[in-house]
């Protein structure tokens, strides 16, 4: 099963950069032996529309264009919240469904328009906190690694 992250907007070269790289890395070599390629990046440019309402819509139907058959899992403020085993639980039961992949989809910083959200099959927030997009990346690239390490039974992670 494919993983793809799917963002708006371009990661300066950096610290965050940096950690994204890694976390994607330790995720694609450990997804190799579990069924799972991946997590691609995929970087949508910012609209420059004048209204938010007219930015998101912008974003939506550009990520919308790269979506790939499968699940697609909308990173977004009003989200609900699932635990880590959950969250890995969710993509396993999508990978041994035989899911083509799972789209992890991050918007700009209007956030994603609401058809996305409602296209979406699982909408997750982390928290209520307001957390700038390009972290929000690197807490998804994290989380699929996590995810990885805990369908192969790898003790990163502590339960």
Request: glycine residues 12%.
């Amino acid at each position: 099963m494919r993983l793809a992250v799917i963002a708006v907007g371009r990661l300066k070269d950096g610290p965050e950069r940096q950690l994204c790289e890694r976390y994607r890395e330790r995720a694609a070599t450990l997804g190799r032996g579990l069924g799972l390629t991946g997590p691609d990046i995929i970087e949508i440019a910012e609209s420059r529309g004048r209204r938010a309402e007219e930015r998101k819509r912008e974003e939506a139907a550009a990520i919308t264009t790269k979506l790939s058959p499968g699940l697609v899992i909308a990173l977004d403020e009003r989200g609900g919240s699932l635990g880590s085993d959950a969250f890995a639980a969710r993509i396993g039961a999508a990978r041994d469904a035989g899911t083509a992949a799972v789209n992890l989809v991050i918007g700009g910083a209007d956030g994603l328009a609401a058809e996305l959200r409602g296209a979406a099959g699982l909408t997750l927030a982390f928290g209520a906190l307001t957390i700038p997009h390009q972290l929000v990346r690197v807490l998804v690239l994290e989380q699929l690694y996590r995810t990885m390490t805990i369908l192969a039974g790898h003790p990163y992670h502590r339960a």
